[in-house]
């Protein structure tokens, strides 16, 4: 997930994104194509929202952004 999001920084983009689902590394996903169980299309995410912010995997994530965003390398940040 790291690695994806560093290769995502270096895109010459003037908005780049991450969803919740990758964040805390959700391995289910919505909308599937020809699922038949609903809702196919809400998830719950296996962290609290009020845990998001302490998440390490959210943390690496926004540090390779912060650092795109501020010139850094995205390849100095997170493991």
Not at 4 to 19: E, F, M, V
Not at 49 to 70: I, K, M, N, R
């Amino acid at each position: 997930v790291i690695a994806a999001h560093r290769l995502l920084a270096r895109a010459p983009s003037t908005l780049l994104t991450a969803t919740l689902e990758d964040l805390v590394a959700q391995r289910a996903r919505p909308n599937l194509p020809g699922a038949t169980q609903r809702p196919n299309w809400s998830l719950p995410l296996p962290v609290l929202v009020d845990d998001l912010p302490t998440h390490p995997l959210v943390a690496a994530v926004t540090g390779v952004f912060a650092s795109a965003l501020t010139g850094g390398t995205a390849d100095s940040e997170a493991p």
